[in-house]
């Protein structure tokens, strides 16, 4: 059974910086590249949104929000996936969620506040 470990969420102060990781355990490099990854979140009140998101056999694709300040990458040796969150704002406070395939992580709390 796929496990997503993620990792990194906290409180930041406006104007910061953040990187989430996310594990995709229990699988190979092969299928591990094989799906579609990215980020969601969710803040209060608000449905999920989607932040970034790498397609497999496909490009990049951020969020009119976050495109410029935050970047998606991947490591398939380690089977990991990051958000590097820069210039933080107090809106990109939110829960932020990996998802890979059909797989969602429990969850981060991303706090940008001063």
């Known amino acids: 059974q796929v496990q997503l470990v993620e990792s990194g969420g906290g409180l930041v102060q406006p104007g910061g910086s953040l990187r989430l990781s996310c594990l995709v355990s229990?699988?190979?490099?092969?299928?591990?590249?094989?799906?579609?990854m990215g980020w969601y979140r969710q803040a209060p009140g608000k449905q999920r949104e989607l932040v970034a998101t790498?397609?497999?056999?496909?490009?990049?694709r951020y969020s009119d929000s976050v495109a410029g300040r935050f970047t998606i990458s991947k490591d398939n040796s380690k089977k990991k996936v990051f958000l590097q969150m820069n210039d933080l704002k107090p809106e990109d406070t939110a829960v932020y969620y990996c998802?890979?395939?059909?797989?969602w992580g429990k969850g981060l709390l991303v706090t940008v506040s001063s």
């Open positions: 998802n890979w395939g059909r797989s």
């Open positions: 229990r699988q190979i490099t092969s299928t591990f590249t094989s799906n579609d």
């Open positions: 790498i397609p497999a056999g496909g490009s990049t």
